[in-house]
C-alpha cells in the first residue's frame, strides 16, 4: 500500500463527471505529476486531496488512515495556489507564520521555523517586504514556504508556475524540485505542460476526460505512449496514413513506400496510422534504417533545433535537428530522404 492512495475517486457535478473512477497510489517522498489539458479532471482531483471538494464515490488513504471525510485543516496537507494567495497586508515573514501562528505554536519555535523556510527558498534578504514588492517568482517562493512551513504530510501545488514567465518558470521549477528533495516530501504536481511534468517528476500521470490515460516514468510516458492521447499529446509526434500492413513480412506501407517495423504487428483496424517522434528522424538514405522520400515544404528555425516539414504523399512529417554553425539546410520543394531505424516507429 502506497502511502497516498485513490481508490475509485469519482467527482460528478450534477450531470457532468469531471473526474471517473481514479486509482492511484503515491510512494512516501515521490514527486507525482498530474499531466493534462484543461478540464482534463486533474485540478478537481488535487482538491478531493486537499479536501475542498468532496468525491462523489470513492476513498483516500493517508498513510493507512481514511481521510475521505475529513475537513482541509484536519488533513494537515499543504497547497501551493496557482494564484499565490498571500495576504497582502502581512510581509514575507509574517506570511510564512500565519499558519504556525494559528497552531498557536510557541513564538520562539515559529521564528526559528520562519528562518528554517526563508533560508530554504532563499528569501532571507526579503523578509520584510510586502507581497506587492516582490516578483511573481518571489511571491511563489514565498507560498512554497508558507505551505512547508507547518511540516505537511503531502504538498499539493496547483499549476504553480503558469503565471510566470518561460525563463523563470525553468528556475523555479528546478527549485521546486531541490526543495522536494531536500525535504522528502510527499508531492502531487499538477500541470499541463508536459515538458514541466517530465523535466521534474519521479512518475506522471497522464489524464484525460476525467481518467488516468497512463502511468509511468517521465521517460516511460514519452518513449512509450499506452495510448493514441498519450502519444499525441506528450511531444511532438509525426503520424503518417498506414496504406498497407503485411503482417508476415512486418512491413507498413506509407504513401506507397515500405517501412519495416521491429515490434509485433498488431490486426490491423481502420485508420492506423505510422507515428514517429521528429528527433528520431535523420537526412539522407542509411543502410539498414527504413527511408521515406518527399519534398521539403518548409524549414523552422527554432533557436537550438531546426524543424524541417516534409510532404509526404501529401501528409506532413516533421523532422527536429540540432542547429549546427556548418549544416546547410535544405529549401522548401527541394527533394529529401528521410531515414530512421525500424525501432523508432509504431503503430496507432
Not at 108 to 128: N, S, Y
Amino acid at each position: 500500500m502506497g502511502f497516498l492512495e485513490l481508490i475509485h475517486l469519482t467527482k460528478r457535478f450534477g450531470n457532468v463527471t469531471a473526474v471517473h473512477d481514479v486509482n492511484l497510489s503515491v510512494e512516501r517522498g515521490e514527486f507525482v505529476s498530474l499531466l493534462g489539458p484543461s478540464g482534463c479532471g486533474k485540478t478537481t482531483t488535487l482538491r478531493m486531496i486537499a479536501g475542498f471538494e468532496r468525491p462523489t464515490a470513492g476513498r483516500i488513504l493517508l498513510d493507512g488512515e481514511d481521510i475521505t471525510a475529513l475537513p482541509p485543516n484536519r488533513r494537515h496537507i499543504g497547497m501551493v495556489f496557482q494564484s499565490y494567495a498571500l495576504f497582502p497586508h502581512m510581509t514575507v515573514a509574517q506570511n510564512i507564520a500565519f499558519g504556525l501562528q494559528m497552531r498557536k505554536l510557541p513564538s520562539r519555535e515559529i521564528e526559528e521555523r520562519v528562518r528554517q523556510m526563508l533560508a530554504l527558498v532563499h528569501l532571507e534578504d526579503l523578509k520584510d517586504r510586502y507581497p506587492h514588492q516582490l516578483s511573481g517568482g518571489q511571491q511563489q517562493r514565498v507560498a512554497l514556504a508558507r505551505a512547508l512551513a507547518i511540516e505537511p504530510r503531502v504538498l499539493l501545488l496547483d499549476e504553480p508556475l503558469s503565471a510566470l514567465d518561460a525563463k523563470i518558470r525553468m528556475e523555479l521549477r528546478i527549485e521546486i524540485r531541490r526543495v522536494q528533495r531536500q525535504l522528502g516530501i510527499t508531492t502531487i504536481y499538477v500541470t499541463h505542460d508536459q515538458e514541466e511534468a517530465l523535466s521534474i517528476s519521479d512518475r506522471v500521470v497522464v489524464m484525460n476526460q476525467g481518467q488516468i490515460e497512463q502511468i509511468g516514468t517521465p521517460l516511460e510516458i514519452y518513449n512509450s505512449p499506452q495510448t493514441p492521447f498519450v502519444a499525441s499529446f506528450v511531444g511532438h509526434l509525426n503520424l503518417l496514413p498506414v496504406d498497407r500492413l503485411d503482417m508476415e513480412t512486418g512491413i507498413a506501407w506509407v504513401a506507397g513506400q515500405p517501412v519495416r517495423l521491429s515490434s509485433p504487428l498488431q490486426e490491423k483496424r481502420a485508420a492506423m496510422h505510422l507515428a514517429i517522434r521528429p528527433e528520431e528522424l535523420q537526412l539522407g538514405a542509411i543502410e539498414g534504417y527504413n527511408c521515406l522520400r518527399g519534398r521539403v515544404s518548409h524549414v523552422l528555425f527554432l533557436g537550438s533545433v531546426v524543424r524541417l516539414q516534409v510532404d509526404v504523399g501529401g501528409s506532413s512529417l516533421s523532422i527536429d535537428l540540432l542547429n549546427r554553425r556548418d549544416q546547410k539546410w535544405p529549401h522548401p520543394g527541394e527533394p529529401i530522404a528521410v531515414s530512421f531505424a525500424p525501432h523508432a516507429a509504431w503503430l496507432l
